[in-house]
């Protein structure tokens, strides 16, 4: 009896540590091919989803690579999956011919995935809110889902891949300019890339890419474009021209598996013998061993820098104020020994064990760190306006002043109508963000923590404007009433965008020949796209036709003096 007992306990035992061990016989499993997955958003506390294929003959203990397809406008990550792998939506043959109609639309495709190529990749796209662009939230979704990834799968780090078409293509260049040395290859397809672009093309340096375009696609001229900046300014390129296509040549691209093939070529290298790297954000300042620490935001700053032999580094700077060299596993520095540096010119000599930093000081370079003050422009905390939006954030009306109901409900629509980001969107879908609406008196001190925090009124109608009031650089008049005060300023680690008077969207008087313009405006939200076009303040009379100041920030949060004497001359704000 004693011995069953013992066999019985050992067993039990066994069988409890097998369960908890990860990767485990008795681990839960996912089942092979196109399926399904999501994360959770902590940008509006949602489940976002994603499509992922897993190869027939996965395997725990082997790392893969992996491919992350971003799709097109009015498309969705079920269709993008399909699209990686060359599966187009006509039953019994490979492509529409002229005059046949597709047998099955986008929405009859969706239902279902298709039998997929095996291949030896995981293969993941993201929902990315729909057709809501690569920027802001959606590039956010882009990280949490390959955060998410790592954290369910077996993934080899430099074989990480990113390829997309049409929006998604321009999304494919600004995901790989920005980060590019999160990938080791990338394929934009009839690419339109977003504002801002093209001034990181030589941020590819280091990153072959794959171009494709049909020489009829109305984007035929930016794929172009893209070529040009591209040749000369990364590893290396390829580029495809259909001829006779239209902005349809993922059909081409992607047949057969072709991606897979080409990407197979490439693994990331961490530590490249030159790194050119260009941004005009704290938010992406680091690519490979090179951090960029000081820079005036929104401007495009650069550095060029390369070993010329061992432990001897060449660097050329442009509108950059401080930077930092992570050296530690470069296999042409040797910790310890002397490290030979010429930066614009001036020479340096000096031991170090792995990371070097300079920063310049009456407008020459010395061999110190730049650490930014308390109230400095930094990651998280540098604008523009527009940054509010990229992360969580809650919009806040106003309870104060003794509001009639009629007053108090027109608040509120204004706030809902800002909050909504799918309003006018027509014919291009819904955009899939959910932020909150409440009033004044409903936030909680977890908002404060966790979110950034749009302020709808003045100090007298909104009082969480007026627990801040003390900290504002500036504030309206309660009494102007045809004036607009928009900024965005950081608190409490996150920012807060105070909006006083007219709404910052008040639309333009319209002018002969804005036809076009008109039309554009037709598909978006102008409270989210209008609030792209400001940098950190913005102050206006009855339109925005009628700029009273506009800008930046100083690097210490503090307005410029001559905006602020434009600001002081109407009479209408209080300044700090």
């Known amino acids: 009896m004693k011995k069953i007992y013992l066999f019985a306990v050992i067993v039990s035992l066994i069988m409890l540590i097998l369960a908890v061990q990860p990767g485990s016989a008795l681990a839960q499993k996912l089942k092979p091919g196109p399926q399904d997955l999501c994360f959770f958003s902590t940008v509006d506390e949602t489940d976002q989803p994603y499509a992922v294929y897993i190869p027939k003959n996965y395997d725990e203990s082997k790392k893969y690579p992996l491919v992350v397809f971003l799709h097109g406008a009015m498309s969705n990550h079920r269709l993008g999956l399909r699209r990686a792998f060359g599966q187009g939506n006509i039953q019994g043959t490979d492509f529409i011919k002229p005059g046949q109609v597709p047998v099955q639309n986008d929405l009859e495709v969706t239902r279902f995935f298709p039998d997929l190529k095996d291949v030896d990749y995981l ?51 600004w995901l790989g300019l920005t980060r590019p040395d999160i990938w080791a290859a990338i394929a934009p397809c009839c690419p339109a890339p977003p504002e801002g672009s093209a001034d990181l093309a030589g941020n590819a340096l280091n990153l072959p890419v794959h171009l494709f375009i049909g020489d009829k696609d109305f984007l035929y001229q930016t794929a172009l474009d893209w070529k040009k900046k591209f040749e000369g300014n990364c590893a290396l390129l390829n580029y495809v021209e259909y001829p006779g296509i239209g902005h349809n040549s993922w059909e081409y691209a992607y047949k057969d598996g072709f991606i ?105 370079w010395v061999n110190r760190k730049y650490t930014p003050g308390l109230h400095s422009k930094k990651s998280g905390a540098e604008g523009p306006m527009s940054a509010v939006l990229a992360g969580n954030h809650v919009y806040v009306y106003g309870t104060g002043g003794n509001p009639t109901p009629e007053e108090l409900q027109k608040r509120l629509d204004q706030a809902a109508f800002a909050a909504n980001w799918s309003a006018n969107r027509g014919m291009m879908g819904r955009i899939m963000v959910f932020p909150r609406v409440i009033s004044d008196k409903q936030i909680r001190q977890s908002d404060y923590e966790t979110s950034n925090l749009i302020l709808f009124g003045t100090r007298e109608t909104n009082s969480i404007i007026e627990k801040f009031a003390d900290k504002l650089p500036v504030q309206l008049n309660a009494d102007a009433h045809d004036y607009c005060l928009a900024y965005v300023f950081p608190m409490n680690d996150h920012y807060i965008l105070i909006n006083s008077g007219l709404p910052w969207w008040t639309p333009v008087k319209p002018k002969e020949g804005e036809q076009n313009r008109t039309m554009r405006m037709a598909f978006m939200n102008p409270a989210i796209d209008g609030l792209s076009g400001f940098k950190d303040f913005v102050m206006f009379k009855e339109t925005p036709d009628n700029i009273i100041s506009q800008g930046s920030f100083d690097d210490n949060w503090t307005i410029p003096p001559g905006e602020s004497a434009k600001m002081n001359v109407s009479g209408v704000v209080k300044l700090k």
């Open 123 to 173: 293969v993941a796209a993201p929902y990315a809110r729909g057709t809501a662009g690569y920027q802001g939230i959606p590039e956010q979704d882009v990280y949490d889902m390959l955060d998410d990834l790592k954290s369910r799968f077996s993934i080899d780090e430099d074989r990480v891949y990113l390829t997309g078409l049409s929006m998604g293509g321009g999304g494919t260049i």
């Open 260 to 364: 897979f093939d080409w990407f197979a070529q490439f693994k990331r290298d961490l530590y490249p013998k030159s790194v050119k790297f260009s941004s005009s954000w704290y938010k992406y300042n680091k690519a490979y061993w090179v951090r960029l620490d000081k820079f005036t935001t929104g401007v495009v700053s650069s550095i060029d820098a390369k070993f010329v032999a061992q432990n001897s580094i060449d660097i050329v700077t442009n509108a950059l104020d401080g930077f930092t060299l992570n050296l530690a596993g470069h296999p042409a520095f040797k910790a310890g020994i002397k490290l030979d540096i010429k930066i614009d010119g001036k020479s340096f000599s000096l031991k170090t064990p792995d990371a070097v930093s300079f920063s310049k000081e009456n407008g020459s």
